[in-house]
């Protein structure tokens, strides 16, 4: 069968053989409209039950066996119909460390989002960047559960020859489905449909432990470019796009980690499936994007969808297909719509759909297990632990994370070559806000602390890394974490919001063992690409260690992550070159020896970090948990002035 893309335009040579033939058998070809739904869950991260295991209860926001329910209703609707997960599936809650970390997966064995999802008929899938996060051997025992093909066409096998010309994908790059759809007339057709995957390229900077030497990636448009074509060469009628990939219009350089936009110029793709930046397409967050049409869900003319995460919506693009007789396949028309499990207004959320029984029977014996394991304690806390003001104030629940990395580092550089040498920690607020909604915070109660607290104060699985570092280095890691705030007017009383919704909490470093303001009147000297804006641009200033100001011939050691310090967040001066400590422990179980070894922890704040005053501004707001009315950590300097329209509770930040 020959495509004609998108325009429905055929060469001259097909028009006259097909007049041709027209004329021979004395009518006229008649096309046939063709209706196809295209269904996508996405950033999933092992929210399988519609349970919140940090919070020990059920939740109506997450959750697969919700969406479970949208899909049969959704399939329901339409005659044909072809279904695709877009990873990062099994990390990302404690169900998936359970899995991996606590009850062990062995082969043969079907991890549990497969025992869930073979039972939903996925028909593809493709893989996110956190599916590396517990190594190629866990990943490939758990995907062998899979009943439908895995596809990701960067990803290649190191082979260290160095010859471009001979790179094997490590996996099969793309699958050509048969398929047999019915037109409105109810004719039965036969089509390829083309499903091919991207992961983002920098796994090889977040995973390096688990990837170095093993694979390596190539750039999402470049592959796009040289696959599509092979897919319809080889007969594919419709070609689906599934990047693990956001959307961005910054310009283009290569190698892309939201690379979808550039993807959606690829000719001879019909539709986009997208994910990991955990927003919703289409909607208003992208109506200001040149080429983007909102109402259609479209992007540059490509039909696109991402639906969310954690189960939070169904992804849906209905295409209109023309079928002629001749086997041509075009796309005529397009509408995506991401369907919710929820709703929320204000404080209120309110559930659209029941958890689906069977995926919950599917999954009880491991998902009654991760509570348990939860459940287990670890030692106890003085005081609450909160993240409800981790952007405005030094913070308890990043304190506790900063003093455990630096206990077990001393340990480790104790009669190294580097003991003697300054140890700084780095830390910040995984759960504060943002896109995770007014209930994503950690809020832990005075007491007894169990595992699921720990996994609530540290939420990935990162592996403690220790980077050597100069005083400037050290200054411009903070400069770059300061790009989590907006700039401040210092003359203005009118509103002005604090924090910059675009840039990631979990990229808002705080060192602890030096003190420094932070001059939020004083324009960001980078963006959240780690781009210098502002060259002459400072805002963190009183920079000290041990009561002196920090040079830049001091040298320190810096605790972090696996993440932070192999380049993650592009960070200056974390790229790799300056780990001195590769520790096989994750940040986390450092965390909870920490606790056990101390038994009974004050998780009190040290105050080394403040914001410069900000002159007359007088309504400077940040918005936060509802609940941090009654915390007990609560600023001297902030005042509640109401609640916005997506629940969460608005303050008034005063610094003079």
């Given at each position: ?213 093993k694979v390596f990636t190539k750039d999402i448009v470049e592959m796009a470019e040289k696959y599509v074509p092979e897919m319809r060469e080889k007969g594919a009628d419709i070609v689906i796009a599934v990047p693990h990939s956001g959307l961005s219009t910054m310009e283009r350089h290569g190698m892309e980690e939201n690379a979808t936009y550039y993807l959606s110029k690829v000719d001879g793709i019909d539709a986009i499936l997208f994910g990991h930046a955990h927003t919703v397409f289409p909607s208003d967050a992208f109506s200001d994007l040149e080429g983007v049409d909102i109402a259609k869900g479209t992007i540059n003319g490509v039909a696109a969808v991402m639906p969310g995460f954690w189960g939070s919506h169904l992804g849906v693009i209905d295409l209109t297909l023309n079928v002629s007789d001749a086997g041509e396949w075009t796309v005529v028309d397009s509408l995506s719509d991401a369907r919710p499990i929820y709703q929320r207004e204000g404080r209120t ?308």
């Open positions: 069968m020959t495509f004609i893309h998108k325009a429905g335009l055929r060469t001259a040579g097909a028009s006259a053989i097909g007049l041709s033939l027209a004329l021979l058998s004395g009518t006229a070809l008649a096309d046939s409209t063709v209706s196809l739904r295209i269904l996508e869950t996405t950033d999933i991260h092992t929210h399988l039950v519609n349970y919140d295991y940090y919070r020990d209860g059920e939740s109506d926001t997450v959750g697969l066996a919700k969406v479970a329910t949208l899909l049969k209703t959704a399939r329901g609707e339409a005659e044909n119909v072809v279904f695709v997960d877009n990873g990062d599936l099994i990390q990302g809650n404690p169900l998936g460390d359970y899995m991996a970390k606590e009850r062990g997966l062995k082969k043969g064995e079907t991890h549990p989002v497969y025992k869930a999802m073979n039972l939903l008929g996925y028909d593809a899938a493709n893989l996110g960047n956190h599916e590396f996060n517990y190594g190629m051997e866990f990943l490939e025992t758990a995907i062998a559960g899979a009943n439908f093909p895995y596809v990701s066409a960067n990803i290649f096998v190191d082979d260290g020859d160095g010859n471009a010309e001979n790179d094997k994908p490590y996996f099969q790059p793309y699958v050509l489905l048969d398929r047999e759809f019915v037109d409105d007339e109810g004719k039965n057709h036969k089509a390829k449909v083309g499903v091919i995957g991207f992961v983002p390229p920098q796994i090889m900077q977040w995973d390096k432990a688990n990837l170095e030497g959320i309110t559930p659209l759909v029941e958890a689906d029984p069977e995926i919950i029977a599917a999954v009880k014996e491991e998902h009654e297990g991760t509570i348990a394991y939860m459940r287990e304690g670890v030692g106890t806390t003085s005081a609450p632990i909160n993240s409800f003001f981790a952007l405005v104030a030094d913070d308890p629940s990043i304190q506790i994370v900063t003093n455990a990395q630096k206990w077990y580092l001393e340990k480790i550089l104790n009669g190294s070559e580097y003991d003697g040498i300054p140890i700084l920690s780095a830390g910040a607020p995984f759960k504060a806000g943002g896109r995770g909604g007014p209930d994503y915070f950690t809020d832990i109660p005075e007491g007894k602390i169990a595992l699921k607290n720990v996994a609530d104060l540290y939420i990935y699985p990162n592996t403690v890394r220790a980077v050597l570092l100069n005083g400037d280095q050290v200054r411009e890691w903070l400069e770059m974490s300061a790009g989590q705030f907006n700039q401040i007017d210092p003359n203005n009383s009118d509103e002005q919001p604090l924090i910059n919704p675009d840039f990631p909490t979990y990229n808002y470093d705080v060192i602890d063992g030096v003190t420094y303001q932070i001059d939020v009147t004083k324009p960001a000297r980078y963006n959240k690409a780690g781009e210098v804006v502002n060259a002459d641009s400072h805002r963190i200033v009183n920079l000290s260690f041990d009561g002196k100001p920090v040079t830049a011939d001091q040298q320190f050691v810096v605790a972090t992550n696996n993440y932070r310090a192999g380049g993650g967040g592009n960070f200056p001066g974390l790229d790799g070159s300056t780990i001195i400590v590769e520790a096989p422990d994750e940040n986390r179980t450092v965390l909870a020896n920490y606790i056990l070894t101390e038994k009974e922890i004050d998780p009190k704040a040290d105050g080394n970090w403040t914001f410069a005053p900000i002159g007359d501004a007088s309504k400077v707001t940040f918005v936060t948990s509802p609940k941090a009315s009654a915390a007990a950590n609560a600023p001297d300097n902030i005042s509640f002035i109401g609640e916005d329209q997506d629940g969460f509770a608005k303050y008034v930040l005063q610094t003079k």
